[in-house]
């Protein structure tokens, strides 16, 4: 009896971790993508609840008294890390721009995801007729030159708000989505399993429901996250460049745009630097944790 619970014991052991397990051993083995976890989870709650503390609305509106306050360096009274040109509090305006930026981001990823992944499955599954005509379809949108279509569009369109950027930017994200995808279904769908639940009667779209997309699940999540810190880095620039959000919504594209003077670059950086530094800083800790996630879903790369 002794010997059998032994054996068991020592399977257990030799059993190789699944699951969150395995996500958790990778973290813990990479110690730079383990501190960009804590350091964005640190700076998203930040972002996500002091809102619910603080009036940064007020704090944001350019009133008579607030120009008194122009360009207030950080650690002026009223203003930890310094005022713009219109008195508005650096700090309030980094917190509801990174909200903006933030939210747009992950629309933009949940969007193109949702509709990317349908189709690229899809045309992965069906093949055929269906899936040159997709294929066909995303080579055209590839092709386009979408960063200036975007601009074009944000242009013309005289009332636009958050939702009609992410649309505009959606428009052409999926396509990448939907190649990546069409080539990973193409290697399931001639498995033995998509076989077998065609010979039983499955209806198509259990089968790629319930047994091609969570075998995708790994490379869904890392395209996920990795896509999520792509997204914020576009809408900032669009902004950046003044065709993101309209004018007067903060963003972090809008508070880097400051930057568009000698005197401001030079004598007044606190007005543009930590929007700067905080779209590098959580961009760069998505992509650790996003590579993280990756060696995680393949074995051959896994650090332990």
């Known amino acids: 009896m002794s010997n059998t619970t032994t054996q068991e014991q020592e ?5 190789p971790p699944l699951g969150f397990e395995v996500i958790k051993r990778e973290f813990i083995k990479d110690k730079g993508a383990l501190f960009a ?7 998203l709650s930040f972002i996500l609840f002091s809102p619910f503390f603080v009036d940064f609305d007020a704090l944001t509106k350019v009133t008579p008294m607030s120009i008194f306050n122009k360009y207030a360096p950080p650690g002026t ?24 930026s933030l939210f747009i981001g992950w629309s933009v990823t949940i969007i193109t995801a949702i509709v990317g992944i349908t189709v690229g499955i899809m045309s992965g599954y069906y093949g055929g007729i269906f899936d040159d005509i997709m294929m066909r379809i995303v080579d055209f949108i590839r092709i386009l030159p979408q960063l200036v279509i975007i601009i074009v569009l944000t242009t013309i369109i005289r009332k636009y708000d958050h939702w009609t950027l992410i649309w505009v930017i959606s428009a052409f994200g999926w396509t990448y989505n939907a190649r990546l995808f069409r080539t990973a279904t193409l290697s399931e769908a001639s498995k033995d399993y998509v076989s077998a639940s065609k010979t039983m009667g499955t209806y198509d779209w259990k089968i790629m429901l319930l047994g091609v997309l969570p075998n995708l699940s790994s490379l869904l999540v890392t395209n996920l996250i990795l896509a ?21 919504t903060p963003s972090l594209g809008t508070l880097i745009s400051a930057a568009s003077s000698p005197d401001v670059i030079k004598n007044k950086i606190w007005v543009w630097l930590p929007a700067t530094l905080l779209v590098l800083i959580m961009t760069l800790c998505i992509s650790y944790i996003g590579q993280a996630l990756k060696r995680a879903a393949n074995a051959k790369q896994r650090l332990g």
């Open 11 to 15: 399977q257990q052991v030799s059993l």
């Open 37 to 43: 976890l804590f350091l964005l989870v640190a700076i």
């Open 77 to 100: 009274e009223g203003y930890f890390l310094g005022a713009d040109d219109g008195g508005r509090d650096i700090l309030a305006l980094l917190v509801i721009g990174a909200r903006n």
């Open 228 to 248: 999520f810190a792509g997204n914020i880095a576009l809408e900032t620039g669009l902004s950046f460049l003044g065709f993101g959000l309209p004018t007067g």
